[in-house]
Each structure stands twice: as C-alpha cells, then as structure tokens.
C-alpha cells in the first residue's frame, strides 16, 4: 500500500481554497515559502515537502525530516496580530494538528508547550512559526507556520540523536493517510488560526497540554532552572513556580521535562 504526497489528492480533502505546491525533496519549505512571502505571495500559499534536506526547528536546530514517511509543510498567513503575541498563532497550529490526527486515527496526543505534540511521551511534531513584523504598526506583514509531523517511522528508523524521543502517528502505512492529514490540518488552520480574536482554541490548547503539574526545566540564555508547570493562561502562557516558590508567566522559551 502507498501513501503518495499528492497536490490533488490533498485538494480532494479541503474545506477552504489553499495553493498547494508538493515537492519530492527541498532544503527547507520554511526557507522556500519566505522567499515567496517577501515578493508578496498570497496567503493560503503552502508549501509540503516529501523529505527536506535543510529541515529546522526552533532555535534553529535541525529538523530531521526522512523520506516517505512524514509531513513537511508550511502554510503563509497574514493575520492581524500583534508579534508578542504569535504564542496563540503557534498554540493555534498545535490544536490544529492535535485534532486532525485525532479526527483520521482516533488517537489522543497532547502538546507540549508552546509547539510539539505527543504520542504516548513521545514527540510526532513539531511546530515552528516565522515571520516578518511591520516597524509601524508592530504586527505581522505575513507569518509561516512550518509543522513536521512523523507519520511513520522511517524505513531504517529514526536517527540515533532522536530515537529515544520521537515517535510517529501510525504504526502501519495507511493509503492516502498523509494527503488526509495535510488537507485536515489545513482544515483546522481556517478555523483556528484565522480567528485567533475569538480565541476558540485556547481551551482546547489547555486540555491538550501534557504539561500541568509535570517537573520541568525552564532553559534561559544557557542556563537551566527547575520548576513546576502550573497552568495554562488564556494568552497560552506558561504559568510555573520555581523551588523559591516564585512564580512567573512565559511567553516564550524553552521547557524541558524532567524525568
């Protein structure tokens, strides 16, 4: 059985009018669809890759992104938002994903703040959103979310650096899985992400967090200090209260759990 990445296949699926370009292999569809968003490319531009050989994620580390078995996508937005805020854009495309893996494979993940989601413990994506920011007005001019979800795990699985983390979505290839699950996560991005005002999806980012009262790491400029993540806020920030008993709200960052 194959599961082929299909621009009509894809299109079959979607709700609202998306330009879908597939490409078998790309350095990165981030890097590939900021150039396209800098000579004003329209939004609902998207950009899905069967393998990437320049795949990144936050902080720029390296995306892993193997062939025929995952989802490389990113999707150009112009929301009216402003920059400080683009946590609900990111928890916006995690509720996106979270609900279209549930809706085509009835399987629970949850989200690790601010973008990963998990299966069992295990990460099955990744979430990473750029963008350019207007000096006037201090809102994004355009924004990209890039998502790398592993659908399955790799012919020779995954690499050594991430084999004890990642997971994947199915355990047995499944016909046409992949093009389901873009076109129903591009799906959820109409309904999610182009109505961040109403914040629909802000109850549901809570539910879905993995995070509440788990011991974790909160990493900062190299350092790395113990907490305990309380809650999520109606802004998506992380509430957590240090061994000193202080308590702080994230916008942004970097968490880890501890074991």
Request: proline residues 2%; aromatic residues 8%.
């Amino acid at each position: 059985m194959k599961d082929i990445l299909c621009e009509k296949e894809i299109s079959k699926h979607l709700n609202d009018e998306y330009n879908i370009k597939v490409f078998d292999e790309i350095d990165s569809t981030n890097i590939y669809l900021k150039q396209l968003a800098k000579n004003n490319a329209e939004p609902h531009t998207v950009i899905i890759a069967n393998t990437q050989t320049s795949g990144h994620g936050r902080f720029d580390r390296k995306f892993h992104s193997p062939k025929n078995s995952g989802i490389y996508m990113s999707v150009l937005l112009k929301p009216d938002l402003e920059a400080e805020k683009s946590v609900l854009l990111t928890a916006a495309a995690a509720v996106a994903v979270n609900e279209a893996i549930f809706s085509l494979t009835g399987k629970k993940t949850e989200i690790k703040w601010v973008n990963d989601i998990l299966l069992e413990g295990k990460k099955v994506c990744g979430i990473l959103t750029e963008g350019a920011i207007n000096p006037k007005t201090l809102k994004f001019d355009w924004a990209i979310i890039g998502i790398g979800v592993n659908v399955y795990t790799p012919e020779n699985d995954f690499n050594s650096e991430i084999k004890n983390i990642a997971g994947a979505v199915s355990e047995k290839t499944q016909e046409n899985l992949r093009n389901k699950l873009c076109a129903e996560i591009l799906n959820n991005i109409s309904l999610y992400c182009e109505n961040l005002q109403n914040k629909s999806f802000i109850s549901k980012y809570k539910e879905y967090s993995y995070l509440k009262d788990k011991r974790i790491n909160v990493i900062r400029n190299g350092s790395s200090t113990p907490a305990t993540a309380l809650f999520i806020d109606d802004e998506c920030r992380l509430a957590v209260r240090y061994d000193d008993e202080t308590e702080e709200l994230l916008n942004s960052g970097e968490i880890s759990i501890k074991l």
